[in-house]
């Protein structure tokens, strides 16, 4: 019962997050604080459910895990110092396209919980199918991020220099 309470679980927090952005667009609410917060809300939520797959039956080595919490930490670490300093640093495609991977990468590993809750695959196969489709997606967030570094290198530098 477990995975299809975790996909519950999952289809909540990213249709709660897409109906947020719905409405704030739609009413007008659009604010720069939101648009440093709601990416941070939105990685928490996913470094979390991360977190807890290097426990129990997923067993994602620790350190993977962390390459999705330092690139997270990192870009928005920099992009509210830049914002303090009077620079907003916008979000880039590759940011939501590395959340979108991030997302249905959590999602594949909870579904494959079901055929291995059946005995339809083995332990094995599933834990190595699970670090690979996280290898992916953390080798895409360490270069969606440095991609996000190249283009806002000039503001950046702005920011830091004024």
Do not use: H
């Not at 299809?4 to 999952?10: G, K, R, V």
Request: proline letters at 2%; one cysteine or more; charged letters at 15%.
């Amino acid at each position: 019962m477990l995975p299809y309470y975790l996909l519950a679980l999952l289809v909540l927090c990213e249709l709660s997050d897409v109906f947020d952005g719905v409405v704030a667009r739609k009413m007008g609410q659009v604010t720069d604080l939101g648009k440093l917060l709601d990416p941070m809300a939105d990685s928490i939520v996913r470094i979390s459910f991360l977190f807890t797959f290097t426990r129990g039956i997923v067993q994602l080595p620790l350190l993977l895990v962390l390459v999705f919490v330092y690139r997270d930490m990192f870009i928005s670490t920099l992009r509210t110092l830049c914002a303090l300093r009077g620079k907003a640093l916008a979000a880039r495609t590759s940011g939501k396209l590395k959340a979108i991977i991030q997302a249905v990468t959590i999602f594949a590993i909870v579904i494959l919980m079901i055929p291995l809750g059946q005995g339809l695959i083995s332990l094995e196969f599933f834990q190595s199918l699970s670090f690979y489709i996280a290898s992916f997606a953390a080798v895409y967030t360490v270069a969606s991020g440095a991609e996000y570094l190249v283009t806002n290198r000039g503001f950046i530098r702005d920011a830091w220099s004024g």
